[in-house]
């Protein structure tokens, strides 16, 4: 079978997305010939079922009605372009991907509720910097669900990472120490964390996230980690709320968004880019090893729009 390209992969990720969006711009704009109220309202709608949130929805909506004034917008079709520019101007402020040092530790720690993919996210993360060259260490901080360390265990089996763990309800902030000290005895690859989900106004959770940053942060005062808050795309607006309150609460650093093959509300990335000053730093479009990818505002303009 033809190994499809990476473009191809975040294409069909993101066909849900794509039919819902495009498709129905296509229709909208299609042989439309008066650019009016009723047109308007239309686009309005559709943008804000796909999730662009109400801040780019009113943007695009003000361009096109000013440019419809100035006459320099002689047919819908032109609607398109306008909301690619808008979306690549957006997405690219976002697109920053990670940069991990080779021969020296780095610490990426994940955050986000419960089932967001946290884990998954760091058996392909692992997979992908193995094979770019990496030595990859997990460390399994959620102690608080039953089997989330045997689910951890499975992933660094699979990729060929150690796994540093205690038992079920032990202290993470102690499973993470036992990692600073394998790095402060000379290891120097990427150190992963899993956290334990729960909701995102659970305050027993936001304490233990800070006390693993806490304990990082005093073992290890010269490097910066990464804090990766993990969102679930498929749950739209509520992932920009979650979103917030992670970054108030505990100070992400980037962000990785889940699950994007299974959502007609792709275009929530568009929200959270617009709403929320935090790099982008890879996307996931399926449950399998190579189905994490670095985000790039391009490709996936293209891949939601073409
Ligand atoms: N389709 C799809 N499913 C995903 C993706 N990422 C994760 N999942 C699925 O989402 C479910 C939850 O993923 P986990 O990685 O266990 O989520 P978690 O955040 O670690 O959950 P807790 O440990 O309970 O907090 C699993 O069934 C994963 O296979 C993705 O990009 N696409
Ligand atoms: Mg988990």
């Not at 956290?195 to 659970?202: C, D, I, M, N």
């Not at 609460?249 to 509300?265: N, Y």
Request: glycine residues 8%; neutral net charge.
């Amino acid at each position: 079978m033809a190994k499809i390209s990476f473009f191809e992969k975040i294409k069909n990720g993101l066909t849900k997305t794509r039919n819902a969006l495009t498709k129905n711009l296509d229709n909208l704009i299609f042989g439309r010939r008066v650019l009016d109220k009723e047109l308007f309202d239309e686009l309005e709608e559709l943008l804000i079922s796909a999730d662009m949130g109400p801040q780019f929805t009113c943007d695009l909506i003000d361009d096109v009605k000013q440019r419809v004034s100035r006459n320099e917008l002689q047919n819908a079709q032109e609607i398109k372009k306008i909301l690619q520019e808008r979306m690549i101007a957006i997405l690219q402020k976002m697109e920053k991907p990670l940069s991990i040092p080779k021969g020296k530790p780095f610490i990426i720690m994940t955050i986000g509720v419960n089932g967001s993919g946290k884990t998954t996210t760091i058996g392909k993360l692992a997979n992908s910097l193995k094979s770019d060259g990496y030595e990859v260490m997990l460390v399994a901080a959620d102690t608080f669900r039953a089997a989330a360390v045997e689910q951890l265990e499975v992933w660094g089996q699979r990729v060929g990472a150690p796994v540093i763990k205690q038992k079920t309800n032990a202290d993470p902030a102690a499973v993470v120490f036992d990692a600073m000290a394998k790095i402060k005895a000379g290891y120097s690859g990427v150190v992963i964390v899993d956290t334990a989900g729960r909701l995102h106004t659970s305050v027993n959770l936001m304490e233990e996230l800070k006390k693993i940053k806490r304990i990082i942060n005093k073992e290890m005062p010269e490097l910066s980690p990464e804090i990766l808050l993990i969102l679930d795309a498929t749950t739209g607006q509520n992932a920009v709320v979650q979103a917030k309150t992670f970054k108030e609460e505990i100070g992400a650093t980037g962000i990785v968004l889940t699950k994007l093959d299974g959502t007609s509300k792709g275009g929530v990335v568009v929200r959270i880019a617009s709403e929320l000053a935090l790099p982008v730093r890879y996307i996931g479009v399926g449950e399998g090893l190579d189905d994490l990818r670095v985000f790039d505002s391009g490709n996936f303009t293209k891949a939601l729009l073409d």
